[in-house]
């Protein structure tokens, strides 16, 4: 059972709820090859910078159309040149750039973040008629992470910032949808919440499937086109398959992770796996 803290009152029939897309799948193929090989061809997944790692590797890259597409990533604001010269040839990702190739959130720092104790939340009654607001509002609370305890329920361990903006348009019908944030009364540890509010035993078999694609990346040494070829496909394999497994993942802080989650797990082989992929291409000769 959860007691009222604090109330936010707001109008739900006419929220124009924002559209949850897949932008990175709306990029072009190349685009969206080009922006993950950036993130893990760099000294870490923190700092991303592209060099001109050999004049051999630039010509297979150019060859198979990938340096085609830095302008357009340089025009999304994705990607910048490390210096003013206009013909640099050293890259570095955008913050924006890298938190799109990962998935839109930096795992990490989702993990080490800090937690008040508060569970924030949304609780809603969407009268028969208006399923498609339903939908929509369950696509943007999924999209932000947030648990399903019930159907009408849903709760996360982040402040609503975004969400109060979003909804306080008017602040009239509090039989629609309220905002609270809340703690357990009852003697319900956060485990048991956390239990209740989200799948993490579909969570962890993504993860399990994403790490058997990692395990498959060739490391054979680049001695040839069609050795880089295979490290290429392999390589949209591994986004793919991050992808599907972070999407429904909340990345909970650390203290609210339940045992035998595999996200961390997964991250750290992701970056030991990514980062012998990297000296590969470094060493790269046609």
């Not at 990490?108 to 104790?117: A, I, L």
């Not at 703690?183 to 399990?208: D, T």
């Not at 994403?210 to 050795?227: E, G, I, K, T």
């Amino acid at each position: 059972m959860l007691v009222r803290k604090n109330v936010t009152r707001v109008t739900f029939f006419r929220i124009d709820l924002v559209a949850i897309t897949g932008y990175l799948e709306g990029m072009q193929a190349k685009s969206r090859e080009l922006l993950n090989f950036l993130l893990w061809t760099a000294e870490s997944l923190t700092q991303p910078t592209f060099r001109n790692l050999t004049e051999s590797y630039e010509s297979w890259a150019y060859r198979n159309g990938l340096r085609r597409q830095l302008g357009e990533l340089e025009k999304q604001n994705l990607l910048e040149r490390e210096c003013a010269q206009p013909d640099s040839r050293i890259y570095r990702l955008t913050e924006e750039g890298r938190l799109l190739a990962l998935g839109g959130r930096d795992p990490q720092q989702e993990w080490d973040r800090n937690w008040d104790g508060l569970w924030r939340v949304v609780v809603f009654d969407i009268p028969v008629g208006q399923n498609t607001l339903r939908q929509r509002l369950h696509r943007y609370l999924k999209a932000r992470g947030f648990g399903c305890l019930q159907d009408s329920t849903w709760i996360t361990p982040n402040p609503m910032e975004e969400e109060k903006t979003l909804l306080r348009k008017e602040i009239t019908n509090v039989e629609s949808l309220i905002l609270l944030e809340a703690q357990p009364c009852s003697g319900e540890s956060s485990e048991q919440v956390v239990a209740g509010a989200w799948k993490f035993s579909r969570i962890n078999s993504n993860y399990s499937r994403y790490l058997q694609v990692l395990a498959q990346c060739p490391l054979d040494p680049l001695h040839c086109d069609a050795a880089a070829k295979r490290l290429r496909r392999w390589a949209e394999l591994e986004r793919m398959a991050w992808l599907e497994a972070v999407v429904d993942d909340p990345l909970l802080p650390h203290r609210l992770l339940p045992r035998g989650y595999m996200g961390k797990r997964a991250w750290r082989e992701r970056v030991k796996v990514l980062g012998k992929a990297s000296r590969l291409l470094k060493a790269f000769r046609t």
